[in-house]
């Protein structure tokens, strides 16, 4: 109900909450199979290098979702790799011609009002962590150490997919979504991490209230995937 609550809340349409409500069903059928498949990419990740895991717990709905690009060619960005989760699941997992991953790996300060839970980590560790754990993969990714809007005004790529994770204040989570649309495939697919996410006071400067003003701005141009207890997915129709 807490999350049902916080999806009228930041002004979710209706449409989302049956999808949510669809999910959380969904979510009990297949208790057991995603256990087990999160726990498998566990036993890989403990090999890697992190301060944190902010990510495997995405890993049963990324296979699912993204199955189509197991098979045909994936262009892949994130918006966000922080210590390099998300990406080195990509590049093991699918059919990848180019992943993309962009962060400025800047070291943020609560003093300075930020509140995205990771200021008291040495920035240096992750974004050496970052390197080291996509060593394996030289010349299969990109590395753009720069803030998302350098990286949008520079960009001459479309994709199949890409995954936003960078700053959670609404106005930057914002910016990314519009950004990011523009350069997204036609049947392309947006993943928008932390809807949830509320470490801010004010609720309109989370990731969900940005989330919804963007939805409303793409009417009748996206399809919604699914809304999951941390995601949302949407395809872009037109």
Known sequence: MRRIKYLIDSGSSTTLLKKYIVY??????????????????????????????????NTFDWINILNEFKKKELNYLEIGSFEGNSAL?????????????VDPWKQLSKKEGSNEGYEDI????????????????QGKFKKYKMRSEVFFKKNAFDFDVIYIDGSHLAEDVLKDCRSSWSCLKRDG???????FW?????????????INTFLKEIENNYKIICLSKFQLFIRKIK
Do not use: G, M, W
């Open 89 to 101: 699941f990509i590049l093991n997992n699918f059919n990848v011609k180019s992943v993309l991953c």
């Open 198 to 210: 509320n470490n801010y006071d004010k609720i309109e400067h989370n990731p969900a209230y940005a």
């Open 24 to 57: 959380f069903f969904y979510l009990h059928l297949k208790k057991k199979e995603r256990k087990k498949f999160i726990n498998n990419y566990r036993n890989f990740y403990n090999k890697k290098k992190f301060t944190c895991d902010f990510f495997s717990q």
């Open 189 to 195: 697919i947006l993943i928008l991490d932390d809807f």
């Open 122 to 137: 040495p920035i240096k560790i992750i974004e050496n962590n970052f390197d080291e754990n996509l060593k394996p993969h």
